[in-house]
């Protein structure tokens, strides 16, 4: 491939459990519509959808948020929803609806049709960003690639879109498990090819996010869900080109559920703001690295609230390696740009005050 | 007031943890759209305001599931948000959006104009709906009354209608706690004052619905919403008319706080479906009683697989005193009302089994 080398490698290094420098950051959506430059380039790509399909503008709208802060990761900008899409349901956004599919999954002979898309062909727009940012990246900051969670892509492919209830998903779930394993398997199967994919083509971390999984109980949480990530975990390619991919897994809801996903192999577990970082930490050992875990909400506070947010949560942690900065789900659309710069730059200042701390 | 000596006393009983013939069971909703009756009714009413603010529709509501299943209890046919109505926000429904304010709090002079209403004026309707549904119940089953939590309240009066991220109540919490504090306090004196007034008027159990407890991170759900129902459960008569009155208190997505719960001096914690009742036992050991907790979209399932569920978390408590069944949140309005038969049958059916193997 020829890559430039990578000059910033906190995240890599953190996701690894290894010292850093500083505590490394990144936030969830941190290229989108809190941006004005992202809704301007939303608007000339026409929609959503033709934006994460155009190389070039998926690109661009990566590397903004790192025009503006002094973050230590990119992310791909794509959506969750692209392998369904590439699997032929017809992924649309109806304006204020959020995601449909046309051709939900309702039946026995539409999970049958299913199959694994091959990521040369039919999401081939994807690979191709990925080696477009992490080209223009040029060494800068590592390039994280993503997918949704087999269990996340089911709930719409069965539902169709959002749902309120998960009527459709969790009434095969209860009444037809083999089905939903069917479609969960082979959906499992694209995600393991499709992120083998992102990393031959130059994502140097990748991420699962498992957005409805906290829908679950503690039993259909394993199984339907955490299962099927073990085995994704379990067939990534975790070295590439002479480097290690960490893995995170990401449940919104998830936090009860942490110990059991620090035993699936994955690197790093993504925490939303439901659970004290401490105490994930004391539960879950060092056995991973922790990703989080700040209330999204808290960027509608003053630079001064959200500075205290930030450094409690780096305190609660304390001086160990293997903590990202990040906040718990993705930053809002309505939060001010420069509130985020406040986060980033209270997470290394004091990152290095933590660890000049314990040296003396 | 001289109603009838209640026949069925199994509810009371299990809330405050004494032997009981079987497992009680009651459904959140249970007066509600998936019944063809109430749909009836709702229709004839008017708007659903309308039939909450009708003594004898919301009475016969309430009465309607009653007649078709062997609940342990009636709850009162009511909404959340009358508190609020009554301190002049201006509620109402909007089709399709759920429940809205004209008059949402966006300002300390809207805030400093809060009062706690009188519930014998302005939600006499409420009271009055009590004493008729306890008059016609006639000892049968114990009547629940209930309010939303102040958190809960707070975060509609705030917003002025659902959300989805708690942009305004959140912005308030962070950046102007003292303003939230201010309408958590007087909205907690209300539901004092309200939920006092339902006891009076025949409720002989109440509960606390915190439904939104759950997007709150550990230390603001401490401060902000259980602080304020921990004041109310110290406040509320817990003795009426010879009785003892049981106080339940419920946070959807509130699982990994019922510890603290526990130590509010409520009588019972309802129970989402994102925890294993017994690992929710081990944890509060027999501080309390559980209510809960089947995910309610196993209604979407066939009778034997919701019988095997039943049974599952049944056989999860035990043969211990202080299990209240019910579903971890709200019935579904698109579930089958047979499907409701099984679960009421199959509760009956096991805690039979469950007391009588630990006798033999």
Redo the contacts between chains.
């Keep these: 491939m020829g890559f430039a080398p990578l000059q910033n490698d906190r995240l890599i290094k953190a996701l690894l459990r290894q010292p850093t420098d500083t505590t490394p950051v990144w936030i969830m959506r941190q290229a989108g519509r809190y941006l004005p430059e992202y809704r301007e380039i939303r608007q000339q790509a026409g929609s959503f959808l033709d934006l994460c399909k155009n190389p070039d503008l998926a690109c661009e709208v990566t590397l903004q948020p790192l025009l503006r802060f002094d973050l230590d990761a990119a992310i791909l900008f794509s959506d969750i929803l692209t392998i369904p899409d590439a699997m032929g349901l017809g992924l649309y956004f109806s304006e204020g609806e959020g995601p449909k599919f046309e051709r939900p999954l309702r039946n026995q002979s539409d999970i049958d049709k299913l199959f694994v898309p091959d990521p040369s062909e039919s999401l081939r727009y994807v690979t191709d960003a990925v080696s477009l940012i992490r080209r223009e990246l040029n060494g800068k900051v590592p390039l994280i690639g993503f997918s949704g969670s087999p269990w996340t892509l089911a709930t719409y492919m069965v539902e169709g879109g959002s749902s309120k209830?998960?009527?459709y998903v969790?009434?095969m779930?209860?009444?037809n498990p083999q089905a939903l394993h069917k479609i969960l398997d082979t959906v499992a199967q694209s995600v393991v090819t499709y992120l083998n994919a992102q990393i031959e083509a130059g994502a140097q971390a990748v991420m699962i996010f498992d957005t409805w999984g906290?829908v679950?109980?503690?039993?259909?949480y394993h199984r339907f869900s955490l299962d099927y990530m073990q085995q994704i975990v379990s067939q990534l390619k975790r070295n590439h080109d002479g480097e290690t991919i960490p893995v995170t897994l990401f449940t919104k809801?998830g936090?009860?559920w942490i110990e059991a996903t620090a035993d699936t192999g994955c690197d790093a577990i993504g925490l939303d703001?439901?659970?004290?970082i401490d105490?994930a930490r004391r539960r879950v050992g060092h056995k991973v690295a922790l990703q989080g875990n700040l209330?999204?909400?808290?960027l509608?506070?003053?630079p001064d609230?959200i500075t205290d947010?930030v450094k409690k949560i780096m305190t609660d942690f304390g001086d160990h390696n293997g903590h990202v900065f990040n906040l718990g789900h993705g930053i809002?659309p309505?939060v001010n740009p420069d509130h985020l710069a406040v986060v980033v730059d209270s997470v290394h200042k004091f990152g290095r005050e933590i660890r000049a701390t314990d040296q003396s």
């Design positions: 209830d998960y009527r969790k009434g779930l209860y009444d906290g679950l109980t503690p039993e259909t809801g936090a009860q703001w439901t659970i004290n105490e209330d999204p909400c808290t509608y506070a003053s609230t947010a809002h309505s």
